[in-house]
């Protein structure tokens, strides 16, 4: 009990965590919550999940709710569908600045359409993630109860596992293709732009390479240069994905 003795003063004592395990966990849902809150689009990533994760917490813990098969068979396809939606037209056009869908020739074929956001600003690192994240893991999971499904011999349960991977691989099929097709895309129109840039300082340059190449010797050459330039653009072709 001395003057030196550390424990004589309370001074230099730090106090104690005293946090029990609830307040861990809601410390857990809290930085999933503040993770979406960060989102650009908090409400597009939210249901971007959430008819994902419906439909499968339907089809695993249905049963334990109704015996009815077909109305767990009935629920699990409108989440699905609604699902497919949203990705397709709302989400996808959202988070990431992407598009697809299918038209029709006029003989009766079909052909796919990419639309890609030109400015890619306002696409956040979380947004791509949160998509992207949810497009193949969603896939994932379904194939992972299509192979439980095999090996219990639950062959009714297998349809709906079947709609399942046929819708979400479609969605993540076509929204590869569309960001494959941006790229491309953006390097066309890059190219583009450096091949225009380089005949138009050939053609607007005065001497006589301008003249020699693209002018009539009348010394007009940057007139018919300006000509030849804008027909040229008129005369190249549209790629099917729409910027």
């Known amino acids: 009990g001395g003057i030196n003795n550390p424990f004589s003063s309370t001074s230099n004592m730090q106090p104690m ?47 334990w709710f109704t015996n009815n098969y077909v109305l767990i068979f009935v629920c699990c396809v409108l989440l699905l569908a609604f699902d497919f939606w949203t990705v397709k037209n709302v989400t996808g056009r959202l988070m990431v600045g992407l598009r697809w869908e299918s038209r029709l020739h006029e003989d009766g074929s079909s052909f796919w359409v990419y639309e890609a956001l030109e400015d890619k600003s306002r696409i956040t690192a979380i947004d791509s993630t949160i998509f992207w994240g949810a497009m193949w893991l969603s896939p994932i999971l379904w194939a992972s109860l299509l192979v439980i499904g095999i090996l ?3 062959v009714a349960w297998l349809l709906i596992v079947a709609v399942a991977l046929t819708l979400n691989s479609i969605n993540l099929l076509g929204f590869i293709r569309c960001r494959k097709g941006a790229k491309q895309q953006a390097q066309q129109a890059m190219t583009s732009l450096m091949t225009q840039g380089v005949l138009s300082g050939i053609l607007s340059a005065p001497g006589l390479v301008g003249s020699t190449l693209f002018g009539d010797g009348s010394g007009n050459g940057g007139t018919t240069g300006s000509n030849n330039d804008s027909g040229m653009t008129g005369g190249m072709s549209r790629p099917e994905l729409v910027v």
Do not use: C, M
């Open 17 to 63: 965590s005293t946090s029990t395990s609830s307040e861990s966990e809601k410390a857990g849902d809290s930085g999933v919550v503040d993770y979406f809150k960060k989102s650009s689009n908090p409400w597009a990533s939210l249901f971007h999940v959430l008819f994902k994760l419906s439909a499968i917490l339907t089809y695993v813990f249905g049963a």
């Open 152 to 154: 219990k011999f639950n």
